[in-house]
Nanobody
């Protein structure tokens, strides 16, 4: 049974940093592309970041480029999202997701991912 468990969310002030973790189990972690998405109340799910199985390739949504960094530790079966210079508009539930690579995959799309975590709340006060 595959499980993705996010942690590290919380209430912070604008300009602060936060690190989210996504612990994976029940899958061969290094084979999976990992992604982070977020959803704010009343808004559609938004792509945040993605990282290849080896960690050698990453991608980011326009709203977080230069502020967020995705990484992974395959020895620990864990993916991370390092968030700097947080803004109130970053407030959302953050979800991690795992997907098997396929030719032509567009990893900013949620449909590419097979498994999802339950989410962790990030609230940024102004």
């Amino acid at each position: 049974q595959v499980q993705l468990v996010e942690s590290g969310g919380g209430l912070v002030q604008a300009g602060d940093s936060l690190r989210l973790s996504c612990a994976a189990s029940g899958l061969t972690f290094s084979l999976y592309v990992m992604g982070w998405f977020r959803q704010a109340p009343g808004k559609e799910r938004e792509f945040v970041a993605t990282i290849s199985g080896s960690g050698g390739s990453t991608g980011y949504g326009d709203s977080v480029k230069g502020r967020f960094t995705i990484s992974r530790d395959n020895a620990k079966n864990t993916a991370y999202l390092h968030m700097n210079s947080l803004k109130p508009e970053d407030t959302a539930v953050y979800y991690c997701a795992a997907g098997l690579p396929r030719a032509g995959g567009i990893w900013s799309r949620g449909r590419e991912y097979n498994y999802w975590g339950q989410g962790t709340q990030v609230t940024v006060s102004s």
